[in-house]
């Protein structure tokens, strides 16, 4: 199973069905703050709900298609960083992220993709890396700003959230681009 320390305060691991209690538990707690930002949650009524979604991310990693990876900030879960099914014909994927409110304003999560990118560029020879984010969504944009992403364009009206519709910028990363100014990668 996929496990990387990224320093002594934040490590990665591929979500597994034994997670599913403390993810469940951050998203409870801070249901209130992501909800702004997350469509999902009136989708997630118990731990079970928890456990499918772990499922599928597992199926995905075994299939070589991506998968669900947890965040641990100082031995507690935090968050998570999906990477979305990949294209191996064009060697593309995209991330999508989400940190429980409490954990905000440590840099974990730029961390955690950065350590990703990585691994995405380097180990699965990938191409390209996508990054959306709602246009209003400052904190989840200032990630891929922060890795070095451009800025390629906005999605009108691409994602409901519960009563509305909200803009994507979409960001990306090519291989070449992080190669050229990704002096020092992210390491263990």
Known sequence: MFSYPINEDVSLRL?????????????RESES?????????DNV??????????????????????GEIGIWYRQQFAGVVGIHFINWTNRTTSLGYWLGEKFQGHGIMTQA??????????????????????????????????????????????????DHYVDHVVYGLLKDDWLTTNTSPVTP
């Not at 703050?33 to 949650?41: D, E, G, I, K, V």
């Not at 597992?58 to 298609?65: D, E, K, M, V």
């Not at 990938?126 to 999605?155: C, T, W, Y």
Request: net charge negative.
């Open 45 to 66: 009524h118990s731990v079970q709900d928890i456990i499918q979604f772990i499922e599928s991310g597992l199926a995905r990693y075994a299939h070589n298609n991506g």
């Open 113 to 162: 993709c950065g350590a990703l990118i990585r691994i995405l560029f380097e180990e699965y020879d990938l191409h390209r890396v996508e990054i959306q984010a709602a246009v209003d969504n400052m904190k989840s944009r200032a990630i891929p700003e922060r890795l070095g992403f451009r800025q390629e364009g906005v999605l009108r009206q691409t994602e409901w959230l519960y």
């Open 33 to 41: 703050y992501l909800r702004r930002w997350l469509p999902f949650l």
């Open 15 to 27: 979500l597994e069905v034994r997670d599913a209690e403390p993810l469940y538990a951050v998203l």
